[in-house]
């Protein structure tokens, strides 16, 4: 048995999904992924956005662009074929395309919901089915693939902002993660989740823009997260490091989930 720390973090070799990878915590966690040697696919819904990461990445290792629309059940089954005529296996799946709607209870649209609900949980799920073939491929419990999803503390604490249908769905993620985790382990899967607190994304623009001073300020270390935080747990929980952890939740967030800065 080796205890060699290079061996047991080592992700070279592998091969990755990384949706919604054009930017934000999916382009950091692809980052990750390529410049630690893994041939890594990313997807998102506007094609130059993603063709654009990936020629950016690719300086850095493999990283190969493949735009969908994983909401639609044809942008779906559309982007599987693509992976399938590429690859016969995948190693490490991280979902990580999702959205966000902001309204008060009162005026909050069923389209809003909807979309939220369908974009964050259902494509997740039937994503991570859809691929099943490629993830147990050779997979086996003393070396598993990986099945990583991007949850929120917004779905282990309730936020105070007007995001009801966005903090729903990520507690669904949360526990979509434990049981699909049970069920697929004999298969050779582990599933996991992270659930981050404020980063520098697309989704976060407007809140950060008026109020990361404030969010900094409350959080118990002092700042809002970066890629390298990101990506430093994306790569654990991709590595023989973790290859007997499954179905948990691990707050990256500075600790803010658990209460605000005590000075």
């Known amino acids: ?57 690719s300086e850095h290792g493999t990283c190969i662009a493949i735009p969908a629309d994983l909401s639609s059940d044809e942008g779906r089954n559309a982007f599987v074929g693509q992976v399938r005529e590429k690859e016969s296996k995948i190693d490490i799946l991280v979902n990580n395309a999702g959205a966000a709607w902001g ?4 005026e909050y649209p069923d389209e809003g919901y909807d979309k939220v609900m369908d974009i964050n949980v259902r494509a997740i799920f039937m994503l991570t089915r859809d691929l099943m073939p490629l993830l147990t491929k050779d997979a086996s419990t003393e070396n598993p693939s990986r099945v990583i999803n991007i949850g929120s503390i917004d779905g282990l604490r309730v936020s105070t902002t007007d995001n009801f249908a966005y903090g729903a769905s990520k507690a669904a993620v949360h526990f979509l993660t434990k049981n699909l985790a049970v069920r697929l382990a004999p298969k050779g899967l582990t599933v996991n989740a992270i659930a981050p607190g404020p980063f520098e994304s697309k989704m976060m623009e407007h809140t950060l823009k008026n109020f990361q001073e404030k969010i900094e300020q409350e959080n118990p270390l002092g700042r809002i997260g970066n890629s390298e935080d990101m990506a430093g747990l994306a790569l654990y929980l991709a590595s023989a490091a973790t290859k007997y952890m499954t179905g948990q939740v691990i707050a990256l967030d500075g600790g803010r989930h658990l209460g605000a800065r005590q000075d």
């Open 1 to 57: 048995m080796s205890f060699n720390i290079n061996e047991l973090f080592s992700v070279t070799g592998k091969t990755a999904i990384v949706t919604g990878g054009s930017r934000g915590i999916g382009k950091m966690i692809a980052q990750g992924f390529v410049a630690n040697g893994v041939k890594t696919y990313i997807t998102a819904r506007k094609a130059d956005a993603c063709e654009a990461t990936a020629t950016e990445l």
């Open 103 to 106: 309204a008060s209870f009162e």
